[in-house]
C-alpha cells in the first residue's frame, strides 16, 4: 500500500526531516542497515582519526595567514575548523558512499515502492547485484564532475586573506550542492535518468535543494548524528523524487 505524501510543497528542510522519519518504517529498516554499518566504520573512525590531527593541521593552514589579517585570528580560527571538517568530511562521506552505492540505491528502490505502492522491475538483492556495473559508472561521473571544481575551491584556500576568510564560505556552498547531488541521484539512477537531466531538473528547484544539502553537510561535520546521515539523506532525497520529480522522470526506459 502506497504511503500518503504531502506533495510538492515541502522545501528542502521538509524533507531532510522525513529522512529521520522515513528509516524508521517497517520493511525499511532491514534496507538502511548496511550502509548505516558502513557509514558508522568509516565515519567514525575517521573522525577519531581527525581528532589527533587538528593540533598538527590548524597551525600549519593559519601560517598562511598575513601578518596584517592576525588581528582576525578569533574569526579565521573557527573558519579555518570549519573549513577543515568539510574537506574532511566530505572526502569520507565520498568514500563511504562509493562503497555503499549498490545499498543506498537498493535502499531509494525500497524506500519509492512504499511511498507509491509500485515496485520496479528488478527489485530487490538480485537486481542490486546485477547494477552494480552501472552504479559504478555513474559514481565515476559524479566524482569526474566533482574533483576540478573541488581543487579550484582548494587552491583557492591558499591565497592569503581571501582563502581564510571567503573559501571556507565557497566550500560549504559547494559541498551542499555536491551532496545534494550525491544522494538524489540514487533514485534518479534507478530510473536510468541521466546524469546530466538529473542536474538540470535539481536546478530548477535549487533554493530548496541547497536547503537539503546544507542540512546534510552540517550534519556530516557532527560527531555522532554523522553516522546516520547517509541513509537519512537517501531517504529523504527519494521522497524528495517521489514527491517532485517522479511524474515526469519516473519512466523506467
Known sequence: MALHRTGASGNGIHYFAQGWQLIRLPGIRRFVIVPL??????????????????????????????DWLHWLNYLL??????????????????VANWIAAPFCGLLAEQLE??????????SGWAGMVKDI??????????????????LVLL??????GFGQTVAPVLWFLFS???????YCDYPFDNHKVSFRQMRTSLKRHKTDVMQFGALVSLFTMVPILNLAIMP?????????????????LGQVK
Open 37 to 66: 554499518a558502513l557509514n558508522f566504520l568509516l565515519m567514525g573512525g575517521a573522525f577519531i582519526w581527525l581528532f589527533f590531527r587538528l593540533e598538527q593541521w590548524l597551525p600549519a593552514l593559519m601560517s598562511h595567514v598575513p
Open 113 to 122: 515502492a512504499k511511498l507509491t505502492g509500485k515496485p520496479m522491475p528488478d
Open 176 to 182: 551542499a550542492w555536491m551532496l545534494s547531488i550525491q
Open 77 to 94: 580560527w573557527p573558519l579555518t575548523v570549519i573549513f577543515v571538517l568539510l574537506v574532511f568530511s566530505y572526502f569520507f562521506s565520498t
Open 232 to 248: 537519512v539523506a537517501v531517504c529523504g532525497a527519494t521522497a524528495m523524487w517521489v514527491d517532485r520529480y517522479r511524474g515526469a
Open 133 to 150: 556495473p552501472r552504479i559504478m559508472k555513474r559514481e565515476w561521473q559524479k566524482l569526474a564532475w566533482y574533483l576540478p571544481r573541488a
Open 155 to 160: 587552491l583557492l584556500y591558499f591565497i592569503p
